[in-house]
């Protein structure tokens, strides 16, 4: 009997554990916030076409607002706030090393749990529903990267494509267990200190592949275990939420936002009649405006 078997009676068997490091509350603006995304997150991915799948999201308070499903587990850490500030105000540093720490912690449980994959997501984003299917299906490969996904302004009802998409955000990398095993320590567990975590872990990998992501791709090309494009747009960035590291604004071409997206990703919208005529009416004229300004006026792709 594989270990999860023993703490997940009933369920499929893992192939795929999405993990989401979630950001502190003393550096978030709104905690409740924070948590209502997170559950949006948590519903995207309980949408999947497999049964396959686990989430843990990693943070340091128990949300009250949240998703309850036998298939997520969210693990409650003690680590220290990673800086004074609060929202993008965070130092970048700051939150390479929380987000790196409290993922790899993630990765910890996703071992013990059997996974085969890991997929690094963050806690506000969403997934296609045929992501963790298609996954299953390709058991063996080094891994994946989302290199074409959307961008979506939080509360909108408009949409846009975004190419170079893991250049651009977290969730977007999928690896196989095997590359992760040579980077856990066999002294820490998933309830180590964060101290401890931190000063046992290859700093580059901590900081740099779990901590951020745009360098995941050369990383494990130049080791000899390249990953392979998703062949499908299986992600969408959330912007302007107001809890994001970044702070980044949605900024591509829109379109309005088809009921076949809305139910592929689990997209947290109602679309009418009545919404869909004032997306066309307001949302999609300023929002295209803005693009053009942008791309014709100050230059920017």
């Given at each position: 009997m594989r270990f999860d078997a023993l703490f997940w009676p009933g369920i499929a068997q893992p192939m795929i554990v999405f993990v989401s490091p979630v950001r502190h509350p003393a550096t978030s603006n709104s905690y409740a916030?924070?948590?209502?995304?997170?559950?949006?997150?948590?519903?995207?991915?309980?949408?999947?076409?497999?049964?396959?799948?686990?989430?843990?999201?990693?943070?340091?308070?128990a949300p009250q607002d949240r998703l309850t499903h036998p298939n997520i587990d969210y693990h409650v850490v003690d680590f220290p706030p990673p800086d004074?500030?609060?929202?993008?105000?965070?130092?970048?540093?700051?939150?390479?090393?929380?987000?790196?720490?409290?993922?790899?912690?993630?990765?910890?449980?996703?071992?013990?749990?059997?996974?085969?994959?890991?997929?690094?997501?963050?806690?506000?984003?969403?997934?296609?529903?045929?992501?963790?299917?298609?996954?299953?299906?390709h058991k063996g490969e080094n891994g994946w990267y989302v290199d074409k996904g959307l961008m979506y302004p939080d509360g909108g009802a408009i949409i846009a494509d975004l190419d170079d998409f893991n250049n651009h955000c977290g969730t977007?990398?999928?690896?196989?267990?095997?590359?992760?095993?040579?980077?856990?320590?066999?002294?820490?567990?998933?309830?180590?200190?964060?101290?401890?975590?931190?000063?046992?872990?290859?700093?580059?990998?901590?900081?740099?592949?779990?901590?951020?992501?745009?360098?995941?791709?050369?990383?494990?090309?130049?080791?000899?275990?390249?990953?392979?494009?998703?062949?499908?747009?299986?992600?969408?960035w959330l912007t302007d939420s107001g809890e994001s590291h970044s702070g980044i604004r949605f900024n591509r071409r829109p379109r309005i936002v088809s009921r076949e997206e809305i139910e592929t990703f689990g997209l947290p919208l109602e679309m009418?009649?009545?919404?869909?005529?004032?997306?066309?009416?307001?949302?999609?004229?300023?929002?295209l405006a803005k693009h053009l300004i942008r791309t014709r006026l100050l230059g920017r792709g």
């Open positions: 916030r924070v948590e209502t995304l997170l559950k949006h997150t948590a519903a995207s991915i309980a949408n999947s076409t497999s049964d396959d799948w686990r989430y843990i999201p990693v943070l340091c308070q004074t500030n609060k929202g993008s105000g965070v130092p970048i540093e700051a939150v390479r090393r929380d987000k790196g720490t409290k993922t790899l912690t993630g990765i910890m449980k996703a071992r013990d749990a059997g996974a085969d994959y890991v997929m690094l997501a963050d806690a506000d984003d969403f997934i296609h529903r045929d992501l963790a299917a298609y996954c299953n299906d977007s990398i999928i690896l196989s267990m095997r590359l992760l095993e040579p980077f856990l320590d066999p002294t820490l567990t998933p309830t180590s200190p964060e101290e401890e975590i931190f000063a046992k872990s290859d700093q580059e990998f901590l900081q740099f592949i779990l901590g951020s992501h745009r360098p995941v791709v050369d990383y494990f090309e130049k080791r000899g275990t390249p990953l392979k494009p998703f062949p499908f747009r299986a992600s969408v009418g009649a009545g919404r869909r005529l004032k997306a066309a009416a307001t949302e999609l004229p300023a929002y």
